[in-house]
């Protein structure tokens, strides 16, 4: 019978917490759309309105939901999470993704916190006795939302009232959160990544030369030297975290970078083709259409008429 009220009352402690973490969100975030905070590595994004696939970097870091419900695809495979399940993204990732639960009184809302690396793996070496090594897998996944977790996450919101304590206070809590990852559910994806020296620390280095350098030409072999793997170890742990070939996640930050260029007005089709590392035009649009679902010009017309510009240049949780 005990056993029966610490569940009833942990569950109306958690729908307690969302709920007020739903209220802070829409508040600081009025309009659709990503929204920063003074907190860098914190982050709001809001939509009322379901149905619009969007593609974009989704970085490393954690997205919490607090209403609604968003889908996001990567290598055919689809990631389902809401208020119940949380999301993690162990490297950057360029993905699709679309809400799918939200309308004008209840808005898709969420907290997306980026999470460093190399402070995960400094508190992996404080705390190495406690952690078995990491393991291979997809670089995003989803679990379900515990107490632990998303409590931490509304005291870091709340601490956005206290401007004064958010110098102090925030990177408690940013380490508490990233301690309760480390040994939740999506432990073990991290703990790959971010172990000095693992496969998955390698491939994620690769990831940060690729995000750096994308417009230029792409060599497998030296990628491969520069992150100490072999071309076949690179492209192996790559595929296997990334669901991509170096090559093909190059493509996908040049098509994304030449949206971006192409949405601000700071270009033309060509120049922005250019400035992203395609020498033919012609080839830039081709592969610009099949990843949008139209040629550039008309794919910009589309996004500036139904207003989602921000959505589409955006890390959107």
């Known amino acids: 019978m005990n056993t029966d009220f610490a569940v009833t009352d942990a569950s109306a402690r958690l729908e307690r917490d969302r709920l007020e973490l739903a209220a802070r969100i829409e508040r600081r975030a009025g309009s659709d759309g990503l929204h920063t905070t003074p907190l860098p590595a914190l982050s709001f994004f809001r ?8 593609c974009a970097i989704y970085e490393t870091g954690l997205v919490l939901v607090a209403q609604g419900a968003k889908e996001l695809q990567l290598g055919g495979e689809t990631y389902r999470y809401d208020a119940a399940n949380y999301l993690i993204a162990s490297v950057d990732l360029p993905v699709s993704s679309e809400v799918v639960v939200a309308s004008a009184e209840q808005p898709y809302l969420c907290a997306m916190l980026r999470l460093d690396t190399r402070r995960l793996g400094e508190l992996l070496a404080e705390a190495s006795p406690q952690f078995p090594a990491g393991v291979s897998g997809r670089g995003i996944s989803v679990s379900p939302v515990d107490g632990a977790i998303l409590d ?27 301690y309760r990852l480390l040994v939740g559910e999506q432990g073990p994806r991290l703990r790959h990544v971010a172990t000095a020296g693992s496969r998955g620390q390698c491939v994620s280095h690769a990831i940060g030369w690729l995000r750096r350098h ?4 792409l060599r497998i072999d030296a ?18 975290i990334t669901a991509m070939s ?15 260029l192409l949405l601000a007005r700071q270009c033309d089709v060509a120049s922005a083709a250019h400035r992203v590392g395609y020498e033919s035009p012609s ?35």
Do not use: C, W
């Open 246 to 260: 170096p090559l093909q996640y190059q493509k996908q930050l040049r098509l994304q970078e030449a949206r971006r």
């Open 47 to 54: 939509a009322a309105i379901p149905g619009t696939q969007v």
């Open 214 to 217: 994308y417009h230029e030409p």
């Open 152 to 178: 931490a996450m509304l005291r870091l919101v709340r601490l956005l009232d206290a401007p004064a304590d958010l110098p102090v206070l925030a990177p408690l809590i940013e380490r508490e959160l990233m």
């Open 283 to 317: 080839q830039f649009s081709r592969e610009y259409s099949r990843l949008f679902g139209a040629p550039p010009l008309r794919d910009v017309e589309q996004l500036l008429q139904h207003g989602s510009t921000a959505d589409a240049v955006s890390l959107a949780g």
């Open 223 to 240: 990628l491969a030297e520069t992150v100490n793997m072999s071309a076949s170890s690179l492209h192996h742990h790559f595929r296997a």
